[in-house]
């Protein structure tokens, strides 16, 4: 529809100015705030992990089933605007022996680095919720796919099994990331 300023307005019409105003001047500024935020937190990241660049995006993984069958994937994304839940996908996992979640895993991160790849869109980091044994079999599969470009992580419960005390793993590494709770970049990576 086409817009007219109106000056000069009295009474409610003119109350209503002023809101629309005072809404469009609020937005703009927690929209500035919010990537301010999420751009920071990225940063967070970046030095957590020790990433030559701040990523743009990060990509998490996670795989549930129901007592071994009905198995699913997600993946939920994180880029300089936030949760970015257009992104958002679930896979529904199919010929993968009922609990194995390596297989599983390893099916749902091929299905879509495959399509992202033919639309050169891949992520920077790419998390994995599991340990050692599972981010040894997905970076195993972003090499033999030609991703050198994605930097992949695992993230895993420690011993206790508690929030703050999860262990990120890289491919390669006999030993863990052990962040601080309290860390930006990890909190963040554990939001995810």
């Known amino acids: 529809h086409r817009c007219q300023h109106v000056r000069g307005v009295r009474g409610q019409p003119r109350q209503w100015l002023h809101m629309a105003q005072e809404n469009?001047?609020?937005?703009?500024?927690?929209?500035?705030?919010?990537?301010?935020?999420a751009k920071q937190?990225?940063?967070r990241v970046q030095q957590l992990l020790g990433l030559a660049g701040v990523p743009k995006r990060i990509e998490c993984f996670d795989i549930s089933h129901s007592q071994g069958e009905a198995t699913y994937a997600s993946c939920v994304v994180y880029d300089h605007d936030g949760l970015n839940k257009s992104r958002y996908r679930?896979?529904?996992?199919?010929?993968?022996?009922?609990?194995?979640d390596y297989a599983a895993l390893e099916q749902a991160v091929r299905r879509h680095m495959t399509r992202l790849q033919q639309q050169q869109d891949c992520p920077d980091v790419?998390?994995?919720?599991g340990g050692k044994g599972q981010i040894a079999?997905?970076?195993?599969?972003?090499?033999?796919?030609g991703l050198v470009q994605v930097q992949a992580f695992g993230i895993s419960?420690?011993?206790?099994?508690?929030?703050?005390?999860e262990f990120?793993?890289?491919?390669?590494?006999?030993?863990?990331?052990?962040?601080?709770?309290?860390d930006e970049g990890f909190r963040l990576l554990q939001w995810v």
């Open 24 to 37: 469009a001047r609020t937005g703009a500024h927690n929209q500035l705030s919010a990537a301010q935020l």
């Open 41 to 43: 937190k990225l940063e």
């Open 90 to 100: 679930r896979f529904a996992i199919k010929g993968v022996t009922a609990g194995d």
């Open 126 to 129: 790419l998390m994995i919720d």
């Open 137 to 145: 079999r997905i970076q195993s599969l972003l090499d033999d796919m």
């Open 157 to 165: 419960k420690g011993e206790t099994r508690k929030s703050g005390w």
């Open 168 to 182: 990120l793993w890289r491919a390669g590494q006999s030993q863990p990331i052990i962040p601080d709770a309290h």
